[in-house]
């Protein structure tokens, strides 16, 4: 009987539906079914939903639960969770989307970012490599990403301590996902090797770093990303002469060409902690700012994208404020702030009203918060995506 | 416009005659251009066909005659209300029968309310519907075979296919 539709129609019915109602719809008949799974339909219902939720859209959560364990390592417990913060209807849906253990090897998981309802993690990031995987929560289907080209034995077989910086994001003009990974060794100024992978080969392939050489930041947790305008950002820092000059990497994914973003003088030559953060459409940059014994935290966004004169600083807060504040980790589009407190509950702080939402009420000693929008990507059968049983 | 009428005769592609008032017309995009193109008078023996049945075109027109006023000059926002009761009402109706025909006309006739209308319609009727209800209230058969559909299974283990 769809079948009788002419596309524009049935499209115009299904773009309605949430992705639920859509997976449902891909088991009624073969017609639904070849149509929901089309390229061109997943595309549109996605860009759809993105303008639907303009403002207001979803926020996905990672969240490591305190424990009492002497290597708390290892017997973490780890939660996904998504929520609505759609203003409207002024309440959390909360879903937990328990993942196997498949990302435990070593250490604690690390999200390097969402996009498009897509998110990529991997195992750890301090440690050679193991596993990335790229998970849409929404379909419940997953795929594993294969050993990258550069591992622990790549050389020599030298076993070298070393650095890998992630990036995930969109090549629009190829409809592809890629992740991107750097591999710089620690503490040294050399020229990282660079890797892509691509999610519509199903492959890694090495390409070259054509620009000038940096130092990683030496965090032992991962070094954020932010993908945004069709590149990926880092926050990194160059020697120069007796002192250290931080700027942001950019990755452009369709060109697959690096470049830099100068950051605000003070951030420039700041030697505190410096982190890249989604902001809605803009980018910023988070400041941990010591002054003696206190802590405070500062947002830096820059207006225009591209434009240098444009950084503003638009938030300072005492990390005494609201109990403690632990760190930033998301500015949401419709302007909310998701922070980690000291009491290890993650909040949504509306800036204006001051009003404090508890979104997790329990106690966790890592989060990370990133913008999320639900997506049909993966809805179509290959043999390498995986499916789980939600319980 | 230089009509001077306040109703215009149409055909439908049963060949029906249906009467509809100007203000009505109006709400379709090419009716619109027709009546701007077009003299109509008393004694204009020109009558259209719009490719719509019988059925369908009834309705068509009950749509347009109850819209056309608020259209045409602005509502109230508790006729608003009343007119969005109204429309919950008018759309309930058979979806083989009648709401896919209307969904074409609605679009063959560039009428963006009643589109969006009878699109919000279709969706809810599948929204929160299992996988036999949708099937049942939209008259498909399930043309997978077997093996495709322990394949489905496979892929949606969460999924239940009642």
Known sequence: MFGDLPPEILGEILHRLPVKSLVKCTIVCKHLNSFITDQT?????LNQTIQASSGNGWLFLQLYLRTRHLVPYIHHEEFYSLYSHNQQIDQFSFKKFPLSGLLRSYNHSTVVGTCDGLVCITDSQIYHMATLLIWNPSIRKYMIIFEPILTSDTGNGQHKGYQPLYGFGFDSKNKDYKVIRLVALLDKEIVPQVEVFSLASRSWRSIPFRASPFLLPDLFWNIPQVFLNGVVHWVV?????????????????????????TLPQLLRESTTELSILEGGDSLCVLHALYVEDDCFFSIWVMKEYGVVGSWNEVYCWDS??????????????????????????????DPVTEVVKSLTGQKWFHAFAGSYVESLVFIKREPDLLSYEFT | ?????????????????????????????????????VCFSDDCDEVPTIEVNSKTLVKVIEYCEKHAPRANSGASDSDAE?????????????????????????????????????????????????????????????????????????????????
Not at chain 1, 248 to 260: A, R, S
């Open chain 1, 320 to 349: 005494h404020l609201y109990k403690g504040i632990t760190t930033v980790l998301d500015l949401c589009a419709d302007g909310k702030v998701v922070l980690l407190l000291y009491s290890g509950d993650v909040v949504l702080l």
């Open chain 2, 1 to 37: 416009m230089s009509s001077s009428v306040e109703a215009i005769t149409v055909l439908s592609s049963d060949g029906d005659e249906f009467k509809i008032t100007v203000s009505a017309a109006k709400l379709s995009k090419p009716l619109n251009w027709m009546l701007e193109d």
């Open chain 1, 41 to 45: 339909f997943i595309f549109d219902h």
């Open chain 2, 82 to 162: 009343e007119l969005k009761k109204w429309d919950i009402e008018f759309m309930k109706m058979d979806v083989k029968d009648i709401l896919f025909h209307i969904l074409m006309a609605a679009n063959y006739l560039h009428m963006e309310g009643l589109y969006d209308l009878a699109c919000q319609t279709a969706a809810d009727l599948m929204k929160g519907m299992t996988v036999s209800q949708i099937r049942k209230i939209f008259h498909i058969k399930n043309d997978f075979s077997s093996e495709e559909q322990e394949q489905l299974r496979r892929q949606h283990p969460g999924c239940s296919f009642d």
């Open chain 1, 237 to 261: 820092s160059r020697r120069c002469d007796d002192h250290i000059l931080n700027f942001i990497l950019t990755f452009d994914v369709v060109e697959e060409t690096f470049g830099e973003l």
